[in-house]
């Protein structure tokens, strides 16, 4: 059986969820995708809590397959329905080329809530030209709000495929320093590096000695 695809899998999870918001949702699609310059993605990413809400995705056991099948590493289990929604928005917008790609986004940041910047950093797998997406990454690391810091750092396989050492140190230093569960970073045991155990080294013993 042929793969489904990140954005025929939202639409099938939004149908089922909020299935209120999926005819709004094609329209949207639909005029993203024809749209030389991107216009109607900023007023849809915004308007998307107002049809979908917060409620949990409530995926199966098949639909988290169905996911890790379609993105390796892709676990979208802590999602919203709205999280959803603005995921599938961005995969509509035209992406041929990666710079007015990559501008888009900065500027969706630039203007995004908490809840758009949660559902924006949690979407970084599912998005064309992801090395030339690590400096928003690293710009959410960076961030002082945890659901943020959380929404790159945790249940994401962005982070461990294209953050550099450095950028990489930082996410599990600080997940360690806020909080956040170790276990639920993709890719932690695969990117351990030298700095990295001097640096955690380093934490632990400031702590022991505080």
Known sequence: MERASPAVLIDRWVSKV??????WLNTRV????????PRTVFIAFAQASRHAGH???????????DADSARPGWHPEPWTAT???????????????????VLALDRLAS???????????????????PERLAAR?????????????DAVALDNPYPAEQLDD?????LVLKALFVGSPLQ???????????????????????????
């Open 83 to 101: 999280d959803a929604l603005r995921a599938r928005l961005l995969l509509a917008v035209p992406a041929v080329e990666a710079a007015p790609f």
């Open 166 to 170: 450095s950028a990489w140190n930082q």
């Open 184 to 210: 639920r970073i993709a890719g932690l045991d695969r990117r351990a590096n030298p700095r990295l155990t001097r640096m955690l080294c380093d934490y632990a013993h400031e702590r022991w000695a505080a």
């Open 137 to 149: 990454a690293a710009e959410g690391v960076r961030s002082n709000i945890q659901a943020v810091f």
């Open 30 to 37: 639909a005029a993203i995708a024809g749209e030389t310059l």
């Open 18 to 23: 909020a299935p209120e918001a999926a005819d």
């Open 55 to 65: 409620a949990a995705l409530r995926l199966s056991p098949a639909d988290r397959a």
């Open 111 to 129: 203007a995004a809530d908490l809840g758009e910047l949660v559902a924006l950093y949690r979407a970084l797998p599912l998005l064309p030209h």
